[in-house]
């Protein structure tokens, strides 16, 4: 029995209970690729070609954007998230649609196209290509630059910079492979033959490593809140959606084997005999590398029956995502692998008792598993001493196309930001100079170009009304009007809410209707009473992370900018 039939195997009840997996996602998105219809035309067919009832493959057929989306035989989708809209402003998209000839589709509603044979334009968010803005991937052909429209239309060539990448540590953690300081696989045989998972977890439990996905939250105690049932799946998250974070595409592309290494890891310390890695399907090189290093680790004897002759199996999958940012948290992430719509579930139950296919599930992100060898290798205690005593370790750090020198750095917690902005990204580009800056993605918040005096910890920004998150950094020059960020702000939160609650399903989408309507002077009567009463709603009552951080966001964005938004205080 192969690795492919022990999973199967495993999924055998979710099938029975109607929960079908990555198989329907798949074959959902082979008939969006081919057919230029709406998902009502092939979605049903598609779902009975499993045994399945129609309504399995409307469901997320009409949810996720990469299947909801029209696709002509030539498919372009453009970035139109905060570091593409930063660097120009917007204007990328129409020229784009002026080059092709095509209107594009809404971000995750799809769009309509003609016949097969001709080309589809889509607006996503996000591609991953922020140090290089704005971005398209014509098919799965990146272009980036100014001049994205002329190299769609054939003038130009296509331009495609990899990820400029340093360490401002003296001694990486996560980026150990790629700035040569550490090869991969160098732990995994070692742990496998001759130690034990309460080995493993100690280390980690002693490392203070909290998870890089935005959560923070340590990574022992949700280990071992699993309970070390064989039956527990770990979930390494490459579902990076926050704009202006490109890290975890940096390692799946640059250091494939350094994340199934922290994934063996972690499933070895949670005594999982089964592991998944979701790549989100806007990165397609980080896709294919993955699934050509996990083909080299089953080659090489580390994932398999009785790995290392220590006596543990492991098996491993890759699965591939369909575009949604939502879909990113942790709940919804899981209802996605089962075949359904990528919406947030309520909890408890908590996933490490409950998850995928009913089974206790773990899930961190790429990051946080790419610091596990470094811990697990060179001890606990050496990783807690990085970073500031609250918040131990390293952080890698995403600086967008308005920075003088964009790229992924990697820093210890604690790290001033003003001395990352300044010394590392250069300040801002030449002819340029910041407003606002955006830290941690489109929940993180916002700081002012003169309050940037604020270390890189999750309490410090906490108390600057901002957020961690993936530590991407993106800038908005002095070209940028407030309204414009702001309304660019509530068009995500409308785009990318998963409606499974309506305190942000119609929160989010009549706040955009309210900055629509109300222009830069803000509302006023009856409508400034709504937007408070609005945003006390969705903070309060919306089931998760990204509805609640809704509101705080917008209030950054409201303070950084002082009195040009002034009347948007609420």
């Not at 769609?152 to 990820?163: C, N, V, W």
């Not at 609250?390 to 990697?410: D, H, I, M, N, Q």
Request: proline share 7%; net charge neutral.
């Amino acid at each position: 029995m192969d690795a492919t039939d022990r999973f199967d195997a495993f999924r055998a009840l979710a099938d029975r209970r109607g929960r079908p997996g990555v198989r329907l996602i798949a074959s959902l998105a082979d008939a969006a690729a081919t057919v230029p219809e709406g998902p009502r035309e092939w979605a049903p067919a598609a779902a009975e070609r499993l045994g399945l009832p129609a309504a399995a493959g409307l469901g997320p057929a009409t949810f996720y954007a990469d299947l909801a989306a029209g696709h002509g035989r030539r498919h372009v989708r453009v970035c139109t998230a905060a570091a593409c809209f930063a660097a120009r402003l917007g204007e990328h998209l129409p020229e784009v649609e002026q080059a092709l000839g095509v209107t594009a589709g809404p971000t995750g509603a799809g769009g309509e196209v003609g016949e097969v044979g001709e080309v589809s334009v889509q607006a996503v968010r996000c591609l991953g290509y922020c140090y290089a803005g704005p971005a398209c991937l014509d098919g799965d052909a990146p272009c980036t630059g100014p001049d994205v429209a002329d190299q769609l239309a054939g003038r130009a060539r296509p331009h495609d910079p990899p990820i400029p990448v340093a360490d401002a540590t003296g001694d990486p953690v996560v980026l150990a492979g790629i700035t040569g300081a550490c090869g991969p696989w160098q732990v995994w045989p070692e742990t496998a033959a001759a130690r034990t998972p309460e080995r493993v977890r100690a280390e980690v439990a002693a490392s203070g490593l909290r998870g890089r996905g935005g959560a923070g939250f340590p990574v022992a105690a949700k280990w071992a809140a699993a309970g070390g049932s064989p039956d527990t799946v770990v979930i390494a998250n490459g579902d990076e959606g926050d704009p202006g974070s490109y890290a975890d595409r940096l390692l799946m592309e640059a250091d494939p084997a350094r994340v199934l290494e922290g994934l063996a890891l972690a499933c070895f310390a949670c005594r999982s005999r089964r592991g998944v890695v979701l790549v989100r399907s806007e990165y397609p090189r980080a896709l294919e590398r993955m699934r050509a290093a996990l083909r080299d680790a089953y080659a090489d004897g580390h994932l398999g029956r009785d790995v290392h002759g220590g006596g543990a199996d492991l098996d491993i999958r890759i699965a591939e995502g369909a575009g949604s940012y939502v879909a990113g948290e942790e709940t919804a992430l899981i209802a996605g692998l089962e075949g359904g719509r990528g919406c947030a579930r309520p909890r408890p139950p908590y996933p490490a008792r409950e998850g995928l296919w009913g089974a206790p599930t773990v899930v961190n992100n790429v990051e946080t598993l790419a610091a596990v060898p470094w811990i697990v290798r060179r001890g606990g205690p050496a990783y807690a001493r990085r970073g500031t005593p609250a918040e131990a370790g390293t952080k890698l750090v995403c600086l967008s196309e308005r920075f003088a020198r964009p790229g992924c750095y990697e820093v210890e917690l604690g790290t001033p930001v003003l001395r990352i902005v300044t010394e590392l990204g250069g300040g801002p580009k030449e002819g340029t100079e910041f407003d606002v800056v955006q830290v941690g993605g489109p929940l993180g918040g916002f700081l002012a170009a003169d309050r940037l005096d604020v270390p890189l910890t999750e309490a410090a920004l906490a108390s600057r009304g901002a957020a961690l998150g993936h530590a991407g950094l993106v800038a908005f020059d002095r070209r940028a009007r407030p309204e414009d960020v702001l309304r660019h702000v509530w068009e995500f939160a409308a785009a990318e809410s998963c409606g499974a609650c309506s305190p942000c399903r119609v929160g989010s989408r009549r706040g955009l209707e309210i900055v629509r309507e109300a222009g830069p002077g803000g509302p006023d009567g009856d409508g400034a009473a709504e937007y408070a009463r609005l945003l006390r709603v969705m903070g309060a009552a919306s089931l998760c992370a990204f509805g609640r951080r809704v509101p705080a966001a917008v209030r950054s964005l409201v303070r950084a900018y002082g009195d040009r938004l002034a009347g948007w205080d609420r």
